[in-house]
T-cell receptor
Framework: SQQGEEDPQALSIQEGENATMNCSYK?????LQWYRQNSGRGLVHLIL?????REKHSGRLRVTLDTSKKSSSLLITASRAADTASYFC??????????FGPGTRLSVLP | SAVISQKPSRDICQRGTSLTIQCQVD?????MFWYRQQPGQSLTLIAT?????????ESGFVIDKFPISRPNLTFSTLTVSNMSPEDSSIYLC???????????FGEGSWLTVV
């Protein structure tokens, strides 16, 4: 069953601006992960946040998790053209079943 | 993280034929998965490849259509059988160390069925 739902579906910003993507899910999770996919390529793991964590940083990335609202956000600061990609959240329900959301297509314009 | 190699990276296949995709990992991994990503869509789990035993398929996917092998902890194959244009997708191999931890992906195999 569908778990993660990203919002917005598509986002277009200027280089240097910040990009925020949101992910909502329906059931209890063990952790939530964010991935990036360049067109037609494999997925690159960006960051994992566990259910007992509220915020994590990695370089220009900041991820928050609100388990009471069953939602997460991914913030990319000072965006670059190379950040243009699709971004997916994936949730793990304490098992081996990772469920992916529909993704957000980010376009960063030079 | 593990380095995952998939072959082929792309192929154009004739309707009714079958194609086997290979996934090779540079280290032993506990979990291996196969996902499908249809054009413009998200990822859908096809099955978990179990070492030395039959794969565990998700709802909507069957062994006759997507036979999977996993002879050891570093290698797996996915066959897409009797292909139709609806099977045109990216097929992705992913691996993980243990349940609840990060899973990593290969570059994917982009199949177009004509």
């Amino acid at each position: 069953s569908q778990q993660g739902e990203e919002d917005p579906q598509a986002l277009s910003i200027q280089e240097g601006e910040n990009a925020t993507m949101n992910c909502s899910y329906k059931t209890s999770i063990n952790n939530l992960q964010w991935y990036r996919q360049n067109s037609g390529r494999g997925l690159v793991h960006l960051i994992l946040i566990r259910s007992n964590e509220r915020e994590k940083h990695s370089g220009r990335l900041r991820v928050t998790l609100d388990t009471s609202k069953k939602s997460s956000s991914l913030l990319i600061t000072a965006s670059r053209a190379a950040d243009t990609a699709s971004y997916f959240c994936a949730t793990d329900d304490y098992g081996q079943n990772f469920v992916f959301g529909p993704g957000t297509r980010l376009s960063v314009l030079p | 993280s593990a380095v995952i190699s998939q072959k082929p990276s792309r192929d154009i296949c004739q309707r009714g034929t079958s194609l086997t995709i290979q996934c090779q990992v540079d280290s032993q991994v506990t979990m291996m998965f196969w996902y499908r990503q249809q054009p413009g869509q998200s990822l859908t789990l096809i099955a978990t490849a179990n070492q030395g035993s039959e794969a565990t398929y998700e709802s909507g996917f069957v062994i006759d259509k997507f036979p999977i092998s996993r002879p050891n902890l570093t290698f797996s194959t996915l066959t897409v059988s009797n292909m139709s244009p609806e099977d045109s997708s990216i097929y992705l191999c992913s691996v993980g160390e243990w349940a609840g931890n990060t899973i990593y992906f290969g570059e994917g195999s982009w199949l177009t069925v004509v």
